[in-house]
């Protein structure tokens, strides 16, 4: 075991002691997807705490850890804020990628796991950063690449993520995972298999470790370098055996 995830485990062991003990609420940084599958996998050596892992909205990649103290019953205040870019003037900005903007981020000095997902909507960009990071970045990202940038705040009420999805639908011979993947991105089993095994394939947070994992339904898989899909279900089966399925993919 490396000594970054030696670090990463005591750490939330204490969080997790800290909280049983003084019955405080703490959370950690914005976790990546490996984080929170070595976390899920400390669940059941932890103090006796409820948790919630959240990261702003339903489909989040990476999120914070939020230990509850007895008197919560959920979650009321997220540690985390999230922030609208938006170009000064629209007509003459960039296409920005994912990439710019986190780049910019970086280039500020900014810690990785204080940032959270980075979406893009045409012209909009919304940034999820960790509450004592909000009024830093409103008052020093003023550009990305060469567009003149505005950071303001999004009011809570007002936070509506609603996730683009393409519907892909086709046939399996089973609900492996292997299979499924080949299907989400029109490729083959063989393809998708370097995937899995580079350990960059994680199912609802969790590190997949075989290619024939089943799917259930609802099931939210991310493939790091590829993207992320909702598995959808079975909608029928052929005379053959084999399955009709529907997926969410992430646009």
């Not at 892992?53 to 999120?63: F, I, S």
């Not at 780049?103 to 000095?109: C, D, K, Q, V």
Request: glycine fraction near 6%; hydrophobic fraction near 35%.
């Amino acid at each position: 075991m490396e000594k970054e995830e030696l670090l990463f485990r005591k750490r939330i062991g204490e969080l997790a002691r800290i909280c049983y003990e003084r019955d405080v609420p703490v959370h950690t940084d914005f976790l990546t997807l490996n984080e929170q599958t070595t976390f899920l996998s400390l669940v059941p050596s932890l103090p006796p705490v409820r948790y919630e892992l959240t990261g702003g909205y339903e489909m989040a990649e990476r999120k914070v850890v939020c230990f509850l103290p007895s008197y919560e019953e959920c979650l009321w205040n997220n540690p985390f804020t999230c922030l609208l870019a938006q170009p000064v003037n629209p007509r003459f900005s960039q296409e920005l990628t994912h990439r710019d903007y986190l780049g910019a981020l970086m280039n500020l000095g900014i810690e990785r796991d204080k940032i959270g997902d980075i979406l893009i909507d045409g012209k909009l960009c919304r940034i999820f950063c960790m509450e004592d990071m909000a009024d830093y970045l409103c008052g020093e990202l003023h550009s990305v690449s060469r567009t003149t940038l505005t950071l303001s705040r999004v009011p809570a009420g007002e936070l509506k993520i609603e996730p683009r999805f393409e519907r892909i639908s086709g046939s399996v011979a089973s609900l492996r995972l292997d299979c499924v993947l080949a299907l989400a991105w029109k490729s083959s089993r063989s393809k998708m298999t370097p995937y899995i095994d580079g350990e960059k394939v994680f199912v609802n947070g969790r590190l997949a470790l075989s290619n024939s994992q089943v799917l259930k339904d609802g099931d939210i898989v991310s493939v790091r370098g590829l993207g992320k899909f909702a598995y959808r279900g079975v909608e029928t089966e052929t005379k053959k055996g084999r399955l009709f399925i529907a997926l969410d993919r992430y646009c």
